[in-house]
C-alpha cells in the first residue's frame, strides 16, 4: 500500500515539474510571440506612413504633369496660330513676315519644347490628315510617368505594410492559444485525479505544438 502511495507521489510529482516547465516555456514563448506582433505592428504603421506620404508625392507630380499639359496644350496653339500665319504669309508672297513668323516658331521651339513633345509633333507631321501630337497616347502618358511611378511605390508600400499587419493579427492569434494553454496547465494543478491532469496537460501540449509550428511560419522580425 506504502509502495502504491509513493508511487502515485512520484507520479503527481513528475507531473508538477512538467506542469512547471511548460509553464515556464509557454510563458516565454508568450512573450516572443507578443513582441514579434508588436514589431510587425510597428513596421506596418511605418509603411502606411510611408504610402501616405508616397501618395501625397505623386499626387503632387500628377498635378504638375497636368500643368505641364495645359502649358504644351497653349504653346500647340500658339505654334498652329503661327503655322496658319507663315503659310497665309507665304501665299501673299511677304518674305520679310515669313522670315519674322519662322524665327518665332525656331525660338518656341528651342526654348520651350521639350524632346518629348518635339518627337509627338514629329509623330503627328507622319499622317496626311491633321492630327495633333496629343492623339498619341504614349505622349500623354509621358506628363504622368513619374506620378504613376510614385503611385505604385505607394500601393506597393500599402501591400507590405497590409503583410504587416496579417502576420501581427498571427502573432495575437498565436499569444490568443498560448494563454489558452496557460490556463489550462494552471487548473491541471487543482485537479486530484491523475487522469483529469493527463487530460489536461495532453490538451495543453497540442495546443502548445500547434501554435508554436504556426508560429514559426511567420517571419521573423529583427529591432
Known sequence: ?????KTKKTKEELIELIVVIMLGITAV???WSSW???LH???????YTKSNNLNAEANSMYNEGMQNLNQDLMLWNQLMGLYIDDSFAEEKG???????????INQIMEDSVTDDFAAAMEWADGFEEYVSPFDNEDFIETYFA???EKFEEAEIMLEDGNTNNTHGDNQGLVS??????LFLLGISTSFKGLKEKYILMGVSGVGFIAATIFMLTIPIVLP
Not at 1 to 5: I, L, N, Q
Open 1 to 5: 500500500m506504502e509502495a502504491k502511495v
Open 29 to 31: 514563448a508568450t512573450a
Open 36 to 38: 514579434q506582433g508588436g
Open 41 to 47: 505592428g510597428s513596421l506596418m504603421d511605418q509603411k
Open 94 to 104: 511677304d518674305l520679310d513676315e515669313v522670315e519674322k513668323i519662322e524665327y518665332k
Open 146 to 148: 513619374a506620378a504613376d
Open 176 to 181: 490568443v492559444i498560448y494563454a489558452v494553454v
